[in-house]
């Protein structure tokens, strides 16, 4: 599953690789513009569906990937979708994707959510953590030059 697929190039890849994949986002031109690229051949390992994150109900998965999504839901909403996101990985499933940390440059200029090592080090809880990596570099956003801060994330669910 692919939370915020955007143009749809993490979900062709997935899908190239044997996965089927429900590939969401809430502007439907992405999904629209993602169903036009999918060749023929992996079209029936496609689902798309419109949506904002929060309000999706996530069907059971081996893996939850959110590249650079996750920051954009809705504040107040954003423990329940980390919950939510906890509850669809079957044991040993996967999540994989980023947070935005405490001192990227859109602090106090966008309404995301940002968080600290300390809070993102914390969300791990309860996971085995395959990768926690946290990122401070000058680079480009789709508005220009910005100062990034963020966290790569690989955690898997326990299988108890």
Request: glycine share 4%; charged share 30%; no cysteine.
């Given at each position: 599953m692919e939370l915020g697929c955007g143009a749809g190039t993490?979900?062709?890849e997935l899908m190239?690789?044997?996965w089927r994949v429900l590939a969401?986002?809430?502007q439907p031109e992405a999904v629209e513009f993602l169903s036009r690229r999918v060749p023929s051949r992996l079209r029936r390992s496609l689902t798309v569906q419109v949506s904002p994150m929060e309000d999706l109900e996530l069907p059971k998965?081996?893996?939850?990937y959110a590249s650079f999504s996750i920051p954009f839901s809705a504040r107040e909403e954003f423990p329940r979708l980390?919950?939510?996101i906890r509850q669809a990985l079957v044991p040993g499933g996967h999540f994989a994707g980023q947070l935005f940390g405490s001192r990227d440059q859109w602090v106090g200029e966008r309404e995301l959510i940002f968080?600290?090592?300390r809070q993102a080090k914390a969300l791990t809880r309860g996971y085995r953590?395959?990768?926690f990596r946290e990122t401070e570099e000058e680079g480009r956003s789709f508005a220009g030059p910005k100062h990034?801060?963020?966290f790569d994330l690989i955690l898997e669910k326990p299988r108890r």
């Open positions: 993490d979900s062709l190239r690789r044997g969401t986002d809430q998965a081996d893996l939850v980390w919950k939510k968080h600290s090592p953590v395959d990768l990034w801060h963020y």
